[in-house]
């Protein structure tokens, strides 16, 4: 009878591992490329769009970024095209972006705050070092950045 039991309590045991194993790496992995990434999963929501934010540029794909990370009033001040082109102008001359440091620094005023430091690579050479502050509102159960503050 010990043993049964014993038997149960390692299965219930291995069962418990294993979901907690899936929910930790499903979670820890970007929503812009599902890669995983440990750092990612401890990040507040909002800080994760900045990260896909800075991913995306990364991998030149302002589609991405107009699809999920822009603000529907934004979207119907500038056409899809529109955008796509002048974003892809500007990220002509960058070779990578890397994300360094995210910082989540509060919600006031209904929109959310995050400093992130990154270094780009341009095309000429140049590797710059950058500290920006996003702004970001929460539309349709996800995180947007408000790119009017956050660029201007």
């Avoid at 507040?44 to 529907?72: M, R």
Wanted: hydrophobic share 40%; net charge negative; charged share 30%.
């Amino acid at each position: 009878m010990r043993k049964n039991s014993s038997r149960k309590i390692y299965i219930l045991a291995v069962i418990i591992i294993i979901s907690l194993s899936s929910l930790f790496i499903f979670s820890g992995c970007r929503n812009y490329d599902g890669r995983f990434d440990i750092v990612y999963f401890f990040k507040t929501e909002p800080e994760k769009a900045v990260i896909d934010f800075l991913e995306s540029l990364n991998h030149k794909d302002a589609e991405y970024i107009y699809n999920n990370l822009i603000l529907s009033g934004d979207k119907n001040n500038i056409s899809r095209e529109k955008y796509l082109e002048e974003f892809s102008k500007i990220l002509e001359d960058i070779v990578s972006v890397t994300v360094t440091r995210t910082v989540y620094l509060g919600y006031e005023n209904e929109m959310s705050k995050v400093v992130a430091e990154f270094d780009v690579i341009y095309h000429n050479g140049e590797i710059k070092e950058y500290k920006k502050y996003f702004y970001l509102l929460e539309e349709n159960s996800s995180w947007k950045i408000i790119l009017e503050k956050t660029f201007i």
